[in-house]
Nanobody, 124 residues
């Protein structure tokens, strides 16, 4: 079993920055590809970013490319999502997800393990 715990969410003004963390425990962390997804009120969950086991392969949604950076520290078994130039449309609950069969994936159903989510709110 794998456990994921997100942290780092909060309220930030337009143009501000936040860094989300996803602490992973329970199995060999380096075996897992990890993705970040988000869900805004009344909307479906959407892909944000993903990173492969080695960290070499990274993928981003077009809406966040150039503003968000995903990274991982295998020694700390933690995934990070650095979010810069935040916009009101980035407001959502952000979830990290892990799976040991994906390289990177934009499909939520490809991930077996999910965290509980952390709220990000961007205000004007």
């Amino acid at each position: 079993q794998v456990q994921l715990v997100e942290s780092g969410g909060g309220l930030v003004q337009i143009g501000g920055s936040l860094r989300l963390s996803c602490a992973v425990s329970g199995r060999t962390f380096s075996y897992y590809g990890v993705g970040w997804f988000r869900q805004a009120p009344g909307k479906e969950r959407e892909f944000v970013a993903a990173i492969s086991r080695s960290g070499v392969n990274r993928d981003y949604a077009e809406s966040v490319k150039g503003r968000f950076t995903i990274s991982r520290d295998n020694a700390k078994t933690t995934i990070y999502l650095q979010m810069n130039s935040l916009k009101p449309e980035d407001t959502a609950v952000y979830y990290c997800a892990a799976d040991n069969t994906v390289l990177t994936s934009r499909i939520a159903d490809d991930y077996d393990y999910w965290g509980q989510g952390t709220q990000v709110s961007v205000s004007s």
